[in-house]
């Protein structure tokens, strides 16, 4: 996987990182292999995790995904996140005028 596409936004982000985000839980080792580590190298760009954080939440409920695998994909998102105390801190005031709506 070509990992440069990410710094260079030569793909539009939004509205495939739901997508990527369902693979981090899927049932095909390659799949959930890849979708981790493009995560985890998204993590190290910057912000652009943090974000569409609240997209992401957004486009899995709205697709109706069941909580349990909600919560699995978050779990492993949020991690990825909370290393930087600050990126943290802005997810949850987000999180908290998301929710506030």
């Known amino acids: 996987?070509?990992?440069?596409?990410?710094?260079?936004?030569?793909i539009k982000l939004n509205d495939r990182l739901v997508y990527v985000s369902l693979l981090v839980i899927d049932e095909t080792p390659r799949?959930?292999?890849?979708?981790?580590?493009?995560?985890?190298e998204l993590s190290?760009?910057?912000?652009?995790?943090?974000?569409?954080m609240a997209d992401i939440i957004s486009k899995l409920h709205h697709r109706q995904t069941p909580l349990?695998?909600?919560k699995q994909i978050l779990a492993f998102l949020?991690?990825?996140?909370?290393?930087?105390?600050?990126?943290l801190g802005k997810f949850i005031q987000s999180l908290c005028y998301w929710y506030m709506k």
């Open 68 to 70: 349990p695998k909600i």
């Open 78 to 87: 949020i991690k990825l996140i909370s290393g930087n105390q600050i990126h």
């Open 1 to 10: 996987m070509n990992y440069d596409l990410i710094g260079a936004y030569d």
């Open 44 to 52: 190290r760009r910057g912000t652009v995790l943090l974000n569409n």
């Open 31 to 40: 799949a959930r292999t890849n979708a981790i580590a493009f995560f985890e």
